[in-house]
């Protein structure tokens, strides 16, 4: 009942939050002006103003306000045109509980670097949760602007995907609108100039040309400090690089060895050890202070670093996420539509191996659209009549394929043909993983709640063909540290196995209770013929499978609690006579 409860209500929400996409899609507006203040080409830091959702649930436009971050950089072309780069924002969204949710794809965007973030894959259970690949530093056109002077983009997040869009993308839209009346000259382009122009040595130049050109210089630090606007900056760009290039040694001419050395690149991870080291030999050889006579040694350390330059040779890059993308994919896909995968084909075909580390950031993509496909493979429907194995067609018990199954149990009464007191502590569906011919069962259990008493099963034991028992391992456990799910071998295919239960309910003196799992091997059904599907969450409860032989469990709870009392009541009466006793002596 609780889960078709929650599974109308994850319907309803659903149902709700497209309808209202669908009806306030024209009524979003935000507002910018002054945009006409970008309009001298450069890079400008533009606050966000804000980032409105199509969705007007008030949980999703809180998430969305700030998946853009607090500014975008914005850079105007020579003809005006507007590109924004962002760093999108991991987001949180609280509808009845915290579902984590990312940003996956902005339309017309350039991806410039990837991280792992926290998904969520469940409506209804905010444990369901993985790690992905997705965007971080992203870039994106800044065209079409409204009336108002905002932006309206089309983008996929992976919540709507999960919960509206079956697990395939989802469009939806977002509306931005940057301040630009606020926004600030980008001055790290003037900024790296002077840091690196800072590394110069004034024993290499003549006074005056020296004097020139630190007096510029300290300008340009002035103007860092205080802002300038973009034309102010470009301007002193042209006067810092002229005022540089005017510098006359007061030796030999190192001016190629410097034009070398601004040829170096800022990141050596990307190339391998042997040949960056070749590069920094090359540019330690060079000692300044030379005269003019030791030209050809100077002009010999330039060509040198010019050469050393040319020689560099990228790092591979690391498929390592790409690899375990491709080794989740199952290895049986006949199970699913043809449509879903085909989308999978399509990303496995895209690999390209044998890149270098300045195209990490594609490979990092073509691990994401994997993973993307492996999460959308859609089961096909088995009411269709297809004859595969996921059909309704008897199955024999004792030759299982490999491939994951549901069947119908009950805890029973160890002797008594009944259900355990224990009974109501057990879900009635189990899930049975067969590989390589050996059968794993797992089963799920809950809380038991009588009165003010609640239990939950927390040993499990189970009898071997020679009545041998064994602990059953715990696979999963809840928030309060209870366990919810336990897994075994499965030690035959009779219709029961025997097993020990133990709540480690104190009036018990925690103590085995024997009882059954009675087998209802009529209803076993395959649902994967994949056993390591990465659909079916083996250790999470599965659906109810339909059983005629359950009536008449409803009252087991009350009798199982008054019987734990009773118990409690006869082990305590029990402990005060020995007392008795022993005190009579």
């Known amino acids: ?161 999960a919960f509206l869009g079956g697990g395939k993308p989802y469009p939806t839209d977002v509306t931005l609108t940057l301040d630009f009346e606020n926004a600030k000259a980008d001055a790290s382009e003037l900024e790296d100039l002077v840091n690196s122009y800072r590394q110069l040595s004034e024993e290499n130049y003549t006074p005056e040309t020296w004097a020139a050109f630190e007096g510029v210089l300290a300008e340009a630090e002035a103007m860092i ?156 429907d088995s009411s269709t009549g297809s004859d595969d194995d996921t059909s309704d067609k008897p199955l024999d018990k004792d030759n299982l394929e490999d491939g994951i199954y549901e069947v119908s149990i009950q805890l029973w009464h160890a002797t008594n043909d009944q259900a355990s007191m224990a009974a109501a502590s057990i879900e009635t569906t189990a899930r049975i993983v067969v590989k390589d011919g050996a059968m794993t069962m797992y089963i799920y259990t809950k809380p038991m709640t009588f009165g003010t008493i609640t239990a939950s099963l927390q040993e499990l034991k189970v009898a071997d063909a020679d009545g041998n028992y064994s602990e059953a391992k715990v696979e999963k456990k809840d928030a309060s540290g209870n366990p919810t799910c336990f897994s075994f071998v499965v030690p035959h295919t009779q219709e029961y196995i025997k097993v020990k239960v133990n709540p480690h309910v104190a009036m018990m003196g925690n103590q085995d209770l024997d009882a059954r799992v009675k087998v209802d091997y009529s209803s076993l059904k395959k649902i994967s013929t994949d056993s390591s599907d990465p659909s079916v969450d083996v250790v999470t409860p599965a659906d109810p499978v339909e059983n005629p032989n359950t009536d008449g469990d409803s009252n087991v709870l009350p009798f199982m609690m008054v019987a734990l009392i009773s118990a409690g009541m006869m082990l305590a009466l029990s402990i005060r006579g020995k007392r008795k006793a022993s005190q009579g002596e």
Do not use: C
Request: charged share 25%; aromatic share 6%.
């Open 1 to 161: 009942m609780a889960r078709t409860k929650q599974n109308w209500l994850k319907r309803g929400l659903s149902l709700l939050l497209a309808a209202m996409l669908m009806l306030s899609m024209s009524a979003v507006s935000a507002f910018a002006e002054g945009t006409d203040i970008a309009s001298t080409p450069g890079t400008y830091v533009v606050p966000v103003k804000s980032l409105v959702s199509a969705a007007p649930l008030p949980p999703v436009q809180q998430a969305f306000a700030n998946a853009f971050g607090e500014n975008a950089e914005v850079t105007v072309d020579q003809n005006g045109d507007m590109t924004a780069k962002v760093n999108l924002q991991h987001m949180v969204i609280n509808l009845m509980g915290e579902y984590h949710a990312n940003v996956l794809t902005i339309e017309g965007a350039t991806y410039l670097s990837y991280k792992t973030e926290k998904s969520s894959t469940e409506f209804g259970d905010v444990s369901a949760v993985e790690e992905i690949q997705v965007p971080d530093e992203v870039q994106f056109p800044l065209t079409n602007a409204s009336d108002d002077g905002s932006y309206v983009l089309e983008i996929t997040v992976d919540f709507m995907n």
């Open 225 to 380: 400090e205080n802002g300038a606007s973009m034309d102010e900056i470009n301007a002193m760009i042209d006067r810092l690089t002229e005022a540089r290039d005017a510098l006359e040694y007061a030796g030999a001419d190192y001016s190629a060895v410097e034009a070398a050395l601004d040829k170096i690149p800022e990141d050596g991870s990307l190339y391998t050890e042997a040949s960056w080291d070749a590069l920094q030999e090359a540019k330690e050889a060079v000692k300044y202070g030379l005269t003019k006579e030791d030209q050809a040694t100077v002009d010999g350390w330039a060509e040198d670093i010019e050469s050393k330059i040319a020689e560099l040779e990228y790092k591979d890059a690391d498929y390592t996420n790409v690899d375990k993308a491709i080794a989740s994919v199952p290895a049986d896909l006949s199970q699913y539509t043809d449509e879903s995968v085909a989308a999978l084909n399509s990303a496995l075909d895209a690999v390209v191996r044998d890149l270098k580390a300045n195209d990490q950031v594609k490979v990092d993509k073509m691990a994401s659209d994997i993973e993307a496909a492996v999460k959308a493979l859609t089961l096909k």
